[in-house]
């Protein structure tokens, strides 16, 4: 991605209203939440997540967590049962992540889950991610602001050092009060699963994981139940094909190779290429450079023989 100037503006209202600006554009900005700071992007729009990992470089697509300013806004697009809803009036706002069902036909970006019917939300207690996610009026992404494999920033100067160049725009509110991520629980029927642990001890054990739910959880993804061809220039009988670029195919991750726009589409493409009535599937040539190496790195895994972890 090309150099961009990154300013550094204190936090108060009119970094907020910046912040806020950029967002609406599309444009990923650091803000601090009582844990880290966070690389925060409009989670409805699929093109402005896939900047998210463009500035972070980062090498899969986890999913994210959904930051909102309250319960109410969370049950906009989830489904809370009554166990994650007494965590959530005990908790919020806090530094408790919730993994809860999403809601079937709703406006968050499949970039966002990995493609998974779940997502990963909290309520955040800094007055910096609250006064913006106020100003926005939407639901927001946000890792942790530091390039992949970084350790976490907890003040505007870790940002700067890690992404100096690659975003707009970092709002500076000082050093985060807890420094380490969010605890993270999922809440999805049964008993509850401790997924990472934080600032919040609800004295569970750390579950197995069995499938990719939340950030840090890189060994299993969502794949295709269909077989799944890469490097595909044309489809084989029995194939739907999924191009890029010159590849047409029967639907296209970005006719003009843009890689943010195939980023965005992925999941939401494999989710489809699912519902034909061809047996398997096939993607065309992408591109291992930028955003094209986080896309190739997913459907590897998501070709790779059945069986994996």
């Known amino acids: 991605m090309s150099a961009q100037n990154t300013r550094v503006l204190p936090f108060g209202p009119e970094a ?4 806020a600006r950029l967002i609406g554009e599309g444009q990923p900005v650091a803000v601090p939440t009582e844990t880290v700071y966070g690389l925060a992007a409009d989670a409805t729009n699929g093109e402005a997540v896939a900047r998210i990992y463009a500035a972070k470089g980062r090498p899969s697509f986890n999913p994210l967590i959904v ?12 489904s809370f049962d ?19 069902p999403l809601k079937e036909n709703i406006p968050i970006a499949s970039l966002v889950t990995a493609g998974l019917a779940t997502v990963a939300v909290r309520a955040p207690a800094h007055p910096a991610m609250q006064a913006l996610l106020d100003a926005v009026g939407r639901p927001l992404a946000a890792p942790s602001a530091n390039a992949s ?10 940002v700067l050092a890690s992404l100096g160049g690659r975003i707009p725009l970092i709002v500076d509110a000082g050093p985060t009060r807890h420094g380490i991520e969010s605890t993270i629980v999922a809440a999805t029927g049964g008993p509850l699963r401790l997924l990472r642990p ?5 004295g569970l054990s750390v579950a197995a994981a069995r499938v990719i739910e939340a950030p840090g959880q890189l060994e299993s993804h969502y794949a295709p139940e269909k077989p799944l061809r890469l490097d595909a220039r044309a489809a084989e009988p029995g194939e739907w094909l999924i191009g890029f670029d010159a590849v047409a195919g029967d639907v296209s991750l970005s006719p003009s190779g843009d890689l943010v726009e195939a980023a965005a589409r992925l999941f939401a493409l494999l989710h489809e290429a699912d519902r034909q009535d061809r047996p398997a599937i096939a993607v065309a040539p992408i591109p291992e450079q930028g955003l094209g190496a986080a896309i190739n790195d997913r459907l590897r895994r998501a070709a790779a023989p059945r069986g994996r972890g």
Do not use: K
């Open 16 to 19: 907020v209203a910046e912040a």
């Open 198 to 202: 934080g600032p919040i001890d609800l």
């Open 82 to 100: 009554e166990e994650a809803c007494e965590l959530a009036t005990r908790y919020w706002p806090g530094p408790l992540t919730l993994i809860v």
């Open 67 to 78: 930051h909102v300013r309250n319960l109410d806004q969370a049950t906009e697009f989830t």
């Open 149 to 158: 494999g970084r350790i976490s920033p907890t003040r505007a100067d870790h």
